[in-house]
């Protein structure tokens, strides 16, 4: 059906129909993810065979079913140290929501920051931009523009230290971040 300009897909096999034709059907990310990573581009942003093979090396960095473990033990503690630490009032979205999906993810990728609330404000303009933004309003444009320029910096920080740590012989060529 189309709404506000635009065709939506919704049924299951509808959307695999679409999927089977990249040919046809474009991922309409590429510019945005470029811009967004500085002149590279992602996954989000590519089609074909160049997405399957970085599609391959993501699942092959990220083992979810061998992380859950983690992230959950991860979630309840940040969660309940807020809960823990909320004087009797919390703001879900706020302080419970982004706060620890941030420190999640900071932790699990290795990543550093002053501060993990202004880490998910990043994220949140960065995909806002992405998936929230079908028009291109110039406002969703600058504040995307801004997080991705520092979450660029906070994992390129994050690499040099890994390199620099491999330099040194503290962590081997297999570690992640």
């Not at 470029?34 to 083992?63: I, K, N, Q, S, W």
């Not at 002053?114 to 110039?138: I, N």
């Amino acid at each position: 059906f189309k709404l506000a300009g635009f065709y939506h897909i919704t049924r299951d096999a509808d959307v695999r129909q679409v999927l089977l034709r990249p040919d046809e059907f474009t991922v309409p990310f590429g510019p945005e993810m470029e811009a967004l990573a500085g002149g590279a581009t992602f996954v989000l942003g590519l089609d074909g065979p160049e997405h399957d093979r970085m599609h391959a090396l993501v699942r092959h960095a990220l083992r979810p079913e061998a992380d859950m473990g983690l992230v959950r033990e991860l979630s309840q503690s940040y969660a309940q140290a807020l809960l823990d630490n909320a004087k009797g009032r919390i703001d879900v979205i706020d302080d419970l929501l982004k706060r620890v999906a941030a420190e999640i993810c900071l932790r699990y990728f290795g990543l550093s920051v002053d501060d993990p609330s202004q880490f998910a404000d990043w994220t949140l303009a960065v995909s806002a931009r992405l998936f929230g933004d079908p028009y291109g309003d110039e406002r969703v444009r600058a504040l995307s523009d801004n997080g991705a320029k520092r979450l660029r910096f906070v994992v390129d920080h994050a690499i040099a230290r890994v390199r620099q740590a491999q330099a040194k012989g503290v962590v081997d060529d297999q570690s992640t971040l």
